[in-house]
């Protein structure tokens, strides 16, 4: 058996290859649990159980969880907005805004604030999703005072000038093009998800549509920021080498001053119910195909039943989890079919989501080729129960993953916001190896049965040009076009 495991910096990593599949699953599940084992000594020893919490009066809570391999600490701010809050006419708010935050307050220009930044050698950035919008800073642990002074004077005292919203919203337009209207796969994914989400405030791209960037102006960034922007709207995360007690006093000596605001939460916009399969296509100068299938699924903060999306989980990792996964293994080498294909599912997404297959066909082979040989693979899976092979393999995979994940204090804290973004609480990370450790062959077969199925069904296909499409420039701009 070829199992890998190595310390590093006194935290586990592990390798799982397919030499499992010459192993009874006696063997595999041997291994597994020594592998858990071994997981939980090595999370223990960095202080997988010193994570703290507290909330200020003022609402603004803080997690600390203590990482003291190396003398340096990270900063973050998470807000609980992101494109899921938008509507029609203001989409990419988020996005754009996120950029206006390093314009800098009367206290620290943009200038002083990139200056301060770089004299403690500090590395800061910041990130949009549809469920959050977060702000972050990784530097040596002495400086974290730096990094709470300056988060907390630009959370209530940013400067928005038309000057810098023009040139911001310029930057963010040059964005869109380059990562959505030039790249055809891109826009299959855009396209997707605005077909399979009418209703539902996944709809609409984090980026937002290029019409919508137009005609922003200055005063929807002002509106937004004085909405979503308050202290008692944030988590405020640190990991690394710190002391929690004074972290939270150093917390409250500079955000503990801010005065709250009442957040208004966005109306519900569920999606209606889909009750067949719908299709887009999009046309563009490509060399191949490209095809995407997206199912309808919940998440961990919707889930009728809380077994179902760890379940999903496994499911992805049977269906892509390496060479030996089912993609990979029999699409790509055996029948020779594609040239790559992935699945793909967030179960820490605030509303429900999609499971997503993507594939590239071949040369010689076509998209609908490939379509039907993703169909037969998920109806195997609705047919015929994983083995215990195969399940333990898959297992040790998924949780070798998250174990790698935890090995950065930049993954660790980005699970503490991505688990408080979505509502789910951060204590919720403790349960996960053992939720994905529980799942059944039979778990697995029951959400491919309830939720790989046509009535909640998307296609999205990129048919290749040999010139761009050049049809309907004259109609105005309206989102993407669908077919249903």
């Known amino acids: 058996m070829a199992v890998v495991v190595w310390f590093r910096d006194h935290t586990l990593s592990c390798l799982c290859d397919a030499h499992f599949n010459t192993r009874t699953p006696a063997q595999v599940m041997s291994v597994i649990r020594l592998l858990l084992g071994l997981a939980f000594i090595c999370n223990a020893y960095a202080g997988m159980d010193g994570t703290h919490e507290k909330t200020l009066d003022n609402g603004l809570k803080i997690i600390v969880k203590e990482d003291h391999r190396a003398p340096v ?21 988020s996005h754009l805004l996120e950029h ?20 403690i050698g500090a590395r800061d950035n910041a990130f949009t999703s549809r469920d959050y919008t977060a702000y972050y800073q ?7 005072e730096v990094s709470f002074r300056l988060e907390s004077d630009r959370m209530v005292n940013l400067v928005l000038t038309q000057e810098d919203f023009i040139s911001e919203r310029n930057v963010v337009k040059e964005e869109r093009r380059w990562r959505t209207d030039d790249n055809p796969n891109a826009q299959v994914y855009e396209q997707l998800h605005a077909t399979a989400f009418v ?9 937002g549509w290029m019409d919508d960037l137009d005609h922003l102006e200055l005063g929807d960034l002002e509106t937004w920021y004085r909405r979503w922007y308050a202290p008692n709207n944030a988590t405020l995360v640190v990991v690394g080498d710190v002391e929690p007690d004074a972290v939270f006093a150093l917390a409250d000596e500079h955000f503990g001053a801010l005065a709250n605001r009442p957040v208004r939460e966005s109306k519900p916009r569920l999606e209606f119910l ?18 995407m299938l997206g199912y309808k699924v919940p998440s ?11 379940a999903l989980s496994v499911l992805s990792g049977v269906l892509d989890g390496g060479r030996s996964a089912r993609l990979s293994k029999r699409l790509v080498r055996e029948m020779e079919l594609v040239a790559s294909a992935g699945a793909g599912y967030n179960m820490l997404a605030r509303y429900p989501t999609l499971f997503l297959f993507e594939a590239t066909p071949a040369v010689d082979h076509s998209a609908e080729e490939v379509e039907q040989a993703l169909y037969a693979q998920i109806g195997e899976l609705q047919e015929t129960l994983v083995s215990d092979r195969e399940l333990a393999r898959v297992k040790a995979q998924v949780i070798a993953g998250e174990v790698y994940q935890q090995d950065q204090i930049r993954g660790q804290a980005g699970l503490i916001g991505r688990l408080e973004a979505a509502g789910l609480g951060w204590r919720l990370m ?18 491919a049965r309830v939720y790989l199925v046509e009535e909640g069904l998307t296609v999205g296909i990129l048919e290749p040009q040999s010139e761009p499409v050049r ?3 004259a109609a105005p701009s309206a989102g993407p076009q669908t077919l249903y």
């Open 73 to 93: 600490v990270v900063s973050q701010v998470w807000y609980r907005v992101g494109s899921a809050q938008e509507h029609n006419g203001i989409t990419g708010v």
């Open 199 to 207: 209703s539902s405030p996944y709809h609409h791209p984090v980026i």
């Open 300 to 310: 961990l903060a919707n889930a009728r039943q809380d077994w179902e999306p760890y």
């Open 274 to 291: 889909q009750t067949g399969p719908r299709r887009v296509t999009v046309k563009a100068v490509a060399k191949l195909p490209y095809l």
């Open 100 to 119: 206006m935050m390093f314009k800098g307050t009367e206290k620290y220009p943009a200038d002083q604030f990139t200056s301060t930044l770089a004299e």
């Open 138 to 144: 990784l530097m040596g642990s002495p400086h974290l």
């Open 430 to 447: 403790h349960e996960y190896r053992e939720r994905i450790d529980a799942v059944t062959a039979e778990q697995v077969q029951e959400v």
């Open 471 to 473: 049809a309907g420039e």
